[in-house]
């Protein structure tokens, strides 16, 4: 098993104090001691080895070693676009985000959603992301983006940042549009390392034909999974494998 890790917001001092919520996991959870080695990380990409010097009942004091960067994650070249589910499995989904590298994560809003994603949820959703970097030992958490519609993404897709990053609406084989070409997924990255990429995934009601056409239009490739209808969450984690390996090829 490998150091508890814990996450702070800065690590460039020596000694670092761990926040309320933190230093109750560590003392009541965890029930760590003066002594224990530790593992810290500030969700930028950086990390390292503390050992925990004192503590009382709601702190608890750090001497930590010169962090080094180790983001592990895509270097900000995986992107996802997704109308999120509702309950546990918004969760779930962006658990499996995270656990497969994505850099950034836009909610978005369709004819079909049936999550709307505010402020306050935004906040929980960045919450999920942290905890899932402790979880598998990623250290630059998930970039999670403000909401966006079909009409704020097209302006996107058409717009000057788009010309390195590759989009792929992801929509059943039998509802391909008619007179747009599906995509190989022999993706040109022998050639191009260096472009970047963007699933764009809708509800589970799937995408309308007008809402696929408008981003086909904007530049977006139609890209199918296979013949089986995925949920939102097992087609984010094939699309975020595939695109790990893509990108590493």
């Known amino acids: 098993m490998g150091l508890h890790r814990f996450f702070v917001e800065e690590l460039a001092a020596a000694r670092i104090t761990l926040d309320d919520t933190e230093a ?17 990380f500030d969700g930028k990409g950086n990390v390292s080895i503390g050992t925990i010097d004192s503590m009382t009942k709601r702190e608890i004091v750090i001497t930590a070693q010169s962090p080094r960067f180790e983001p592990r994650d895509s270097l900000d070249r995986i992107r996802f676009a997704v109308s999120l589910p509702k309950g546990d499995r918004q969760r779930n989904t962006v658990e499996k985000l995270v656990e497969l590298g994505v850099d950034r994560l ?31 030992r990623r250290n630059r958490t998930m970039r999670v983006e403000v909401t966006q519609n079909i009409s704020q993404l097209r302006q996107f897709l058409k717009s000057e940042e788009a010309k390195d990053v590759d989009s792929w609406v992801l929509h059943p084989a039998e509802q391909m549009m008619t007179g747009h070409t599906a995509a190989s997924l022999s993706i040109r990255y022998h050639d191009v390392p260096a472009r970047k990429l963007l699933f764009i995934v809708g509800p589970e009601g799937g995408f309308t034909n007008s809402e696929v056409s408008l981003l086909l239009e904007s530049g977006a490739n139609q890209l199918s999974l296979g013949d089986r209808i995925l949920r939102v969450e097992t087609a984010v984690s094939v699309a975020a494998t595939l695109a790990s390996i893509w990108i590493r090829a």
């Open 106 to 136: 836009t909610p978005l809003h369709t004819e079909r959603s049936v999550a709307e994603i505010d402020h306050s949820n935004r906040d929980r959703l960045i919450r999920y992301a942290l905890e899932s970097c402790k979880q598998c």
């Open 24 to 40: 109750h996991h560590a003392i009541k959870v965890l029930r760590l001691q003066v002594g224990t080695s530790i593992e810290l």
